[in-house]
């Protein structure tokens, strides 16, 4: 017996149909197709953010035009009394650029920033990790130590460690001369370079540990246990998951607080003009301090404004070397 196959009748597109069909029809059947995000839509998010990009430009970027202006001139006490204007071109940066006292200080500040961010991230990640493997209890109660001293004002703090290292009344001294170190009772730290420059560091790292403590401890979360667990069954010792769990893991993190650090250290200014205001003899001025010194203490604005302005190039060119990495490690992923 033969089976008869069923024919399905077909319905034939309407008019209308295909590319455009779904709009025709909604049009037909009175049904408004979807429509776009309107004009106001799109620049809410620029709306929202113009306020701040305002307050920005005028705080920071304002500032910063006249800045780059004075440096072009020659500003020093007489002109700024008869308000006159004197343009020198680029005489001032000849100047600087041709003056060993600024290269100097240039020199010393890259060393100063290299041995306290070096001291920050090490100190700060073991502190971080620290924080990782101890107690609820325990942890909470050094995440509020870190917090007081991240928190403590910066004039606050350098005021303490003055009193610390006083030589008279100082608690180091004392603490010193305790433990055997007779010749340290009477100690005069700010009496010479290094003596000045370990109070300053000491007190720079003390208060940026936090910072680098929290974040570490944050990346440590986002790290899966079996990832620990697997190093540790291939008899891997701290060191080696260290190196090849952690770091790989948190790279991120260290090259982003790592360029963090240097431009917050290299632009320190109020730590080391409190413990000793760049003594003895101008030996711990930094450039922002030695800046200062030109500016308000020599009363050579337009040399001041132009150090100010070459630190903002370096400090530019330390951010493009870290953006080229950042865009590197884009790339690689």
């Known amino acids: 017996m033969a089976v008869q196959s069923e024919r399905v009748p077909t319905r034939s597109p309407k008019p209308g149909s295909g590319a455009g069909g779904a709009t025709a029809d909604a049009v037909v059947s009175g049904i408004r197709p979807p429509v776009g995000p309107t004009l106001l839509a799109r620049s809410t998010p620029y709306l929202l953010l113009l306020p701040a990009i305002v307050a920005t430009l005028a705080l920071l970027g304002w500032p910063l035009v006249k800045t780059f202006e004075l440096s ?10 008869l308000h006159l204007t004197e343009w020198n071109g680029f005489d001032n940066y000849k100047d600087q650029l041709t003056d060993p006292d600024f290269w100097h200080t240039t020199g010393r ?26 107690g609820k209890k325990m942890r909470i109660l050094l995440q509020a130590g870190l917090i007081l001293a991240w928190a403590m004002p910066i004039v606050a703090s ?11 009344y ?53 790290i899966p246990s079996e990832l620990y667990e697997a190093a540790r069954m291939d008899g891997a010792g701290s060191w080696k998951i260290f190196q090849c769990v952690v770091f790989p893991s948190l790279k991120p993190f260290f090259l982003s607080t790592t360029f963090l650090e240097v431009i917050w250290v290299f632009k320190a200014f109020t730590q080391v003009l409190a413990i000793n205001a760049g003594g003895p ?3 711990t001025a930094t450039l922002p301090l030695y800046a200062y010194i030109q500016g308000t203490g020599n009363q050579h604005y337009g040399i001041a404004a132009t150090i100010a302005v070459l630190t903002i190039v370096m400090l530019g060119v330390m951010m493009a070397y870290y953006f080229r990495i950042i865009l590197k490690q884009e790339d690689e992923l």
């Not at 500040?109 to 101890?134: E, K, P, Q, W």
């Not at 300053?200 to 940026?208: N, Y």
């Open 72 to 81: 072009f001139q020659n500003l020093n006490k007489r002109q700024l009394i």
């Open 158 to 168: 350098a005021t303490v460690f003055s009193w610390l290292f006083d030589s008279r």
């Open 170 to 222: 100082g608690v180091v001294n004392w603490m010193l001369d305790k433990l055997g170190w007779h010749s340290m009772a009477d100690y005069n730290w700010y009496s010479t370079q290094t003596g000045t420059f370990f109070v300053i560091i000491l007190l720079i790292v003390w208060g940026s540990i936090p910072f680098v403590a929290f974040n570490m401890y944050a990346g440590l979360t986002t």
């Open 281 to 283: 003899g101008g030996l």
């Open 109 to 134: 500040s890259v060393v100063f920033t290299a041995i306290n961010v070096v001291a920050i991230m090490v100190g700060g990640t073991l502190v971080g990790m620290l924080l990782n493997r101890l």
